[in-house]
């Protein structure tokens, strides 16, 4: 039964980043790019945990910590720098 689940996780987060991938290809603004790509980091981060589970270790629950510190950081750095051109003051 968990195995019936987790594919349909994996497809649905697969799905999911599919659109974004999209999204980012035809946004009309660049906030809407950096909006496509701070979800898709939540979607590898899903993806991650997804595999972690399905692998049964706990590496990828690390992996995937990491990646949304890195994902939250450069979201904030890039629309920091949107809004004022410069990143450090």
Do not use: H
């Not at 996780?9 to 603004?29: K, T, V």
């Not at 692998?55 to 890039?78: H, I, K, P, R």
């Amino acid at each position: 039964m968990i195995d019936a689940a987790l594919t349909f996780a994996f497809a649905c987060f697969g799905l999911g980043l599919m659109l974004n991938l999209w999204r980012l290809a035809r946004s009309p603004g660049v906030l809407d790019r950096v909006l496509a790509l701070d979800t898709m980091a939540i979607n590898v981060i899903a993806l991650l945990i997804l595999f972690g589970i399905a692998e049964d270790t706990q590496m990828y629950f690390e992996a995937s910590l990491l990646f949304a510190m890195v994902g939250f950081v450069s979201t904030v750095a890039y629309c920091k720098f949107l809004l004022r051109g410069d990143i450090i003051e």
